[in-house]
């Protein structure tokens, strides 16, 4: 990742928005909290990132995504259990970024999971987040 940071830069501001995946069988102890470590690593990364003398280490902005519902389709049995384990991801994401000084945005307030398979986002849900980002994300390069 530092890589990417270092030959894009200089970065107006990165986005974060993961976690979902940590949700999947294969992480059967992760739980809200260690995604939010998860993610602490990766802002802590893009900080360290080798950019040139004097350019700006670019604000983050986190975003916790909906939180699972019920997994549905060919992709139920690889989050298992994710509905229950995702439980409070804004609360520990937000707190996260609170402590790391990173802009924060909760997306369960403006969509929920798939209506699809009850884990990613929808096309339409897409363009509803993005459209609710475009003030917070003005704000931010304010």
């Known amino acids: ?5 270092e030959i894009h830069s200089p ?3 990165v986005i974060l928005m993961l976690g979902t995946n940590d949700f999947q069988f294969c992480h059967p102890y992760n739980d809200a909290w260690a995604a939010a470590q998860g993610v602490a690593a990766l802002v802590n990364e893009i900080r360290k990132a080798p950019i ?9 902005l986190v975003i916790a995504p909906p939180l699972i519902r019920s ?3 060919p992709i139920a049995p690889k989050f298992k259990g994710a509905e229950t384990r995702c439980v409070g991801l804004a ?6 970024a ?3 000084g990173c802009s924060f ?7 929920s999971s798939s209506r699809v398979d009850g884990v990613h986002l929808d096309a339409d849900q897409h363009g509803k987040l993005g ?12």
């Open 1 to 5: 990742m530092a890589e990417r940071i």
């Open 11 to 13: 970065l107006a501001l």
């Open 52 to 60: 040139e003398p004097g350019m700006p280490v670019p604000p983050i």
């Open 71 to 73: 997994p549905k389709g």
């Open 91 to 96: 609360d520990v994401y937000r707190q996260m």
């Open 98 to 100: 609170d402590g790391l």
């Open 105 to 111: 945005f909760d997306a369960q307030t403006i969509t």
């Open 131 to 142: 459209l609710a980002l475009v003030e917070r994300v003005r704000a931010i390069l304010t």
